[in-house]
């Protein structure tokens, strides 16, 4: 099996190529706009469409993992261009090198920020992205729908929630960072629910999209299966490190504060976001670990 993946380099790819090669025994080519004597095959982005579609001949699934993630000093000429449009190319690749399955990675934040006073997000409900990357992940839904619906090429989305592993980014590196002082931390007594997922459930599900026959232009949520308190979430981070946490509690109001400075990380940290994934677990048969 031949597998193309975009973004091999980032937090995802570097612990999926691995996983695919052990588990699959796949052969892996990486569409990249940096290219590294230290990867495996590679195909240049710069490179010419024509080009790429030679290269990609005899793939059998493409991973579009490749995207703008933060927002902080990005424009949205930065997501139109690193997100949709790369996306688009991406898509009309895919179809002239008669590459039979696409696999996107979008985002639970296509479905919004935040479940309090609401039931958990499904795979089937209206999307409502609330910041500039949420809706650019569900343009490039859009899109890739759009162009592959005439093609042969099927596509499977699938949203995760935050994603934890052993090299974590932004909030969950902040948090790593806090649990590394080896102070007591501020978050005993927190009631919140948000799913979170590990990279290595994450990689177990998009290799069992790559080829099930029930995972053909649909989309699915994926998570641990267990929503988890921010207190749960730290303890997770910990003893992924071998660490121990020990937990205070910090009153609510100083949070509340806290929202009018910082109110996106804040509510990151300490809000709700809980997910259904009962669609990924009936029709692709797939379970978490935990």
């Known amino acids: ?19 695919l090669q052990d588990q699959l025994q796949a052969s892996l080519v990486s569409l990249t706009r940096n290219p590294s004597a230290t990867m495996h095959e590679q195909l240049a982005l710069s ?21 703008r993630a933060h927002t902080k000093n990005s424009t949205p000429a930065d997501f139109e261009r ?26 639970i934040k296509v479905n919004g920020e935040s479940t309090k006073g609401r039931n958990p997000y499904s ?8 910041d500039i990357y949420g809706q650019s992940k569900l343009a490039c839904e859009q899109l890739l729908a759009e162009i592959l619906a005439s093609s042969s090429t099927e596509l499977v989305i699938i949203r995760p929630p935050l994603i934890y592993g052993d090299h ?4 969950l590196r902040l948090l790593e960072a806090l649990i590394n002082t080896h102070l007591p931390l501020p978050f005993g ?4 629910r948000r799913d979170v997922v590990s990279i290595e ?9 790559i080829k099930h026959p029930a995972a053909a232009n649909e989309i699915f949520l994926v998570s641990d299966g267990k929503a988890r308190n921010t207190k749960e979430i730290v303890q997770l981070l910990a003893r992924r490190k071998g660490k ?23 509510e990151r940290l300490t809000g709700d976001l809980q997910v259904d994934i009962a669609k990924t677990r009936s029709l692709l048969g797939w379970n978490p670990n935990n």
Not at 245 to 259: A, E, H, I, S
């Open 82 to 107: 690193d997100n949709v449009a790369l996306t688009k190319r991406i898509a009309h690749l895919s179809i002239a090198a008669k590459i039979p399955r696409l696999i996107y990675l979008s985002s």
């Open 189 to 192: 007594n927190f009631n919140n």
């Open 168 to 171: 974590n980014k932004g909030n």
């Open 123 to 130: 795979a089937d409900d209206l999307p409502q992205p609330e």
């Open 1 to 19: 099996m031949r597998i193309a993946v975009t973004g091999a380099n980032g937090f995802v790819g570097q612990a999926l190529c691995p996983f």
């Open 201 to 209: 459930n994450l990689c177990s599900l998009i290799a069992l999209s």
């Open 244 to 266: 121990i946490v020990r937990f205070f509690n910090f009153p609510q109001w100083m949070f509340t504060l806290l929202k009018k400075f910082k109110p996106q990380a804040i």
């Open 47 to 67: 490179a010419t469409d024509a080009e790429l579609i030679t290269g990609l001949g005899d793939v059998d699934c493409l991973i579009h993992l490749a995207a």
